[in-house]
């Protein structure tokens, strides 16, 4: 089992920049592929960008693709999401999730099997 912990939200103003960062416990967080996605109120949860065990292959949600990198740490067990030039349209709960297929980099939510609590962004105009 896997416990993601995110951190790293705040409030920023448009085109500005934050990082976050998702730390996961256990021994066995390389043989994960990891996800981060996004809530806004009243909305679905959305995807924003996923990276295989070895981080060899990203995949990004169409909007944010330049502006958004997934990258990830696996001495340090931690998952990050560099977020540039920052749109109200970003503001959300950002979550990170781990897939037990090392190899895919899903955008689909069911495809993950642990989530963390999330992380408010707020971005103003």
């Known amino acids: 089992q896997v416990q993601l912990v995110e951190s790293g939200g705040g409030l920023v103003q448009a085109g500005g920049s934050l990082r976050l960062s998702c730390a996961a416990s256990g021994r066995t967080f390389s043989s994960y592929a990891m996800g981060w996605f996004r809530q806004a109120p009243g909305k679905e949860r959305d995807f924003v960008a996923a990276i295989t065990s070895s981080g060899s292959r990203t995949n990004y949600y169409e909007p944010v693709k330049g502006r958004f990198t997934i990258s990830r740490d696996n001495a340090k067990n931690t998952v990050y999401l560099q977020m540039n030039r920052l749109k109200p349209e970003d503001t959300a709960v950002y979550y990170c999730?781990?897939?037990?297929?090392?190899?895919?980099?899903?955008?689909?939510?069911?495809?993950?099997?642990?989530w963390g609590q999330g992380t408010q962004v707020t971005v103003s105009s």
């Open positions: 999730a781990a897939n037990r297929n090392m190899y895919a980099t899903s955008s689909y939510p069911t495809d993950y099997a642990y």
